[in-house]
């Protein structure tokens, strides 16, 4: 499965407990109860899974789904 915004949409939803349409694009993801826990969890995760080459440093910096597209190489 190709790692693309819906699917982190998707995850970033699990890890909050919400559907994935009340989670905002454009939004701090801290601001809506997203932790540095569950960042890292869901980047080691994805190195996993799509081997990103990112670190926590990239995704805390600036922790919107519309950042991480770019960060985590979304096709």
Known sequence: MALTLELIRHDVA?????????VPLDENLMDHGLDSVRIMSLLERRRREHGVEADFADLAEDPAIETWVSLLKVS
């Open 14 to 22: 699990d890890a909050l407990g919400e559907e994935p349409a009340a």
